[in-house]
């Protein structure tokens, strides 16, 4: 069992859980994950590590509800415990001194770019944060990614906090000014987002490095549900990424898989009267 | 008594049949096939065995259970005494009982099998573990400990094996599992229908009571290093499986509704997925099942799916019924089943729908060419015979790899091209005091076979330590 030391609202829906978890805190490095099971009979669910505290044996979990598994996840108060928490799982961050570094976070993604953009600040590169939201009480971490970060830019869909509009209109400022121009861009979001942001980038050659969330089981590499496809090639998000090129990614392919599970009972209804039908002329 | 039977009288006794649940009744329903013996059949079943000098059965073992033995103790209905033996002999007899391939295995090698049927040694294991189970308490540590400390990775069948075996000989054992529960390939790979979680609890209780510890959760090689482990143990046994599935390398198998056998079987029987609880783990459902391969797996994937609702549960091989790998057993419960089996065909493409599920399989048909390497006929593709099939699954049943999780972190292990972990005739490793067995050494292999690398190891390892200086 793995305590829940503390559970603070972020925004709505989005918790921030810092967890007993000693071996983790003190194996974990940037841009790795952790698979948590809430108790006896729940899914599997793949969270990025946040944070790690090695002296405190905790992690940090940024949980948003999506679906029931992770409604009853941040329902958890602190002092009750999750079942299972496996980890560090994926590859670490690959830091190099990049330089000038546009990192963009969308939604709860934010949550994912944290870690891994602190780890370059903390190389010495310039980093430039872009966050946004549906609106500002969906913008998350701006205080914190302001610790490190030359500048943070927000923007949000309703316009109540920062610029309204999308992340990638900032970007495309920066991007337009070669004062600005960055060697590297991270970016951690819903895929529509990611890919917008590979295609800005693309002309200019710009390495993007992306953060893919396909559905996952055990997270260890051995049944494969997580696969992407990344330039001519298959790879396991779980033990080969989580974080890849992002010009490289087949974001479409990544995206339907991604509704598997959304669709999968719609569809088998379908099939069953078509061919209930075809039985029937 | 039995003990008064002469060969011929033994002789005459036919084999007992294996009492089953109906066959139409079970497709839908994942309680176990096999519903055991009694005891009036066990006993009459092991009258059949000729107690021979020559004990070939044993050498058809790969964990040497002493067969004659304790078949006679049941022959005279002696289950507590047959039961001592296969507790000594076998950390795992339940499980070995119900999914040991026998019949090229003991039962292969029984003198009674030259004419008729040979004794039904793996029906008789499964009886007594069971029937122990029900009957003694669970075993207890040895009064001498060693003081002597073993890491075991891995909680599958060849780590349990070793687990136990060492603990009996009185070592500090934990076993470290990555997996939020133990068994590895008896909890995520083998179906409820085959080998009941049951089973696999109790026979981790019983390994328990013997003083193993298991600590879940522990994925070596990220959560913990073999380093680390060495710096706390005399000893390590490493059986982490070879958990990388092997897909078809065809377009298509990216699409909604393709599953690895190891994703498809782990859903529904680690994970749950065919309770259907709130907040569990789903699984695709479709009228059309189609899996790929002629194995075990192959088999319980696609008996899995006819449980799941499929109509048409195919199983697409591209050898003939022959060359099937697959337990003898598991075929037969197939047919029974209403499983379709499709031989000689090889899957070229799958075919999406606009919304990028499967939609049907385009395959190709085969014929039987010279042997290859494995002994097998060579499958050789038939000119102009390609075919659509209709689907809306297509699970890939055709084998795994080494998973590079833990040898990646410990370069000083030295591996084989395949990625596999080289040992020596101990099975040491190239590091000194770690030990490798199971399917992370030899490839794709079976659970009895892995049970036997864990026992083999751990008579190794018990001797290593016992040479060494006491920390």
Known sequence: MFEIVRNDILAPQVHRLVVKAPRVALARKPGQFVIVRLREGAERIPLTIADADPQAGTITLIIQAVGPSTQEMVATPAGAALRDVAGPLGRPTEIHRWGKVVCVGGGVGTAVLYPLAKALAEAGNQITTIIGGRSAAYVILRDELARFSRQVLVTTEDGSLGTQGLVTASLAEILADPQRRPDAVFAVGPAPMMQAIAEQTRPLGIKTIVSLNPIMVDGTGMCGGCRVTIGDRIKFACVDGPEFDGHLVDFAELQHRQNTYREADCRLERRLRELKAQHQP | MSAELTPKQRMAIPRVAMPEQDAQERSGKFCEVNLGLGEAAAIEEARRCLQCRNRVCVEGCPVAVRIPEFVGFVAEGDFKAAAKILREDSALPAMAGR?????????????????????????????????????????????????????????????????????????????????????????????????????????????????????????????????????????????????????????????????????????????????????????????????????????????????????????????????????????????????????????????????????????????????????????????????????????????????????????????????????????????????????????????????????????????????????
């Open chain 2, 99 to 471: 999914v040991c391939p026998q019949e090229r295995q003991c039962e292969a090698k029984c003198i009674r099998g030259l004419r008729g049927q040979p004794v039904a040694i793996g029906w008789l294991e499964r009886f007594v573990a069971d029937w122990a189970q029900q009957h003694l308490a669970p075993p207890s540590p040895p009064a001498r400990r060693t003081g002597y400390k073993v890491a075991v990775v891995g909680s599958g069948p060849g780590g349990l094996t070793a687990a136990g075996e060492l603990a009996r000989m009185g070592h500090e054992v934990t076993v470290f599992e990555a997996l939020h529960a133990p068994g590895g390939v008896l909890r995520y790979g083998i179906p409820e229908f085959r080998l009941p979680k049951r089973t696999v609890d109790a026979e981790i209780a019983n390994l328990q009571a013997l003083g193993v510890k298991i600590e879940c959760n522990v994925v070596v090689g990220k959560t913990l290093t073999i380093q680390q482990i060495m710096q706390e143990f005399d000893a390590c046994f490493i059986a982490n499986g070879a958990g990388l599935p092997v897909f078809l390398n065809i377009p298509g198998e990216n699409l909604k509704g393709v599953y690895s056998a190891n994703e498809y079987l782990t859903r529904v029987n680690l994970m749950g997925a065919y309770l259907q609880e709130a907040g569990g783990t789903p699984v695709a459902r479709g009228p059309v099942a189609v899996v790929f391969g002629g194995g075990n797996t192959a088999l319980d994937a696609v008996r899995t799916a006819r449980r799941l609702g499929s109509e048409r549960a195919i199983l697409a091989y591209r050898r003939g019924r022959d060359e099937m790998p697959a337990r003898i057993e598991e075929v037969h419960h197939g047919q029974q089943e209403g499983i379709e089996f499709m031989f000689l065909v090889n899957p070229l493409e799958i075919l999406g729908d606009q919304e990028g599920w499967v939609r049907a399989i385009r395959l190709q048909r085969m014929e039987l060419g010279e042997p290859d390497a494995s002994g097998r006929r060579r499958p050789v593709p038939v000119e102009g015979s390609n075919f659509e099939l209709e689907a809306d699954l297509a699970i890939v049943a055709i084998g795994t790899r080494a998973n590079p999780l833990l040898t990646a972190t410990c370069p000083e292990l030295k591996l084989n091209k395949w990625g596999n972990i080289e040992v020596d005739h101990r099975q040491m490793t190239s590091i000194p005091g770690v030990f490798a067995g199971g399917d992370i050494v030899r490839g794709g292999a079976t659970v009895i076979l892995a049970m036997g690398d864990g026992k083999n190891a751990a008579a190794a390892i018990d001797e290593y330590v016992r040479g060494r200086p006491k920390r």
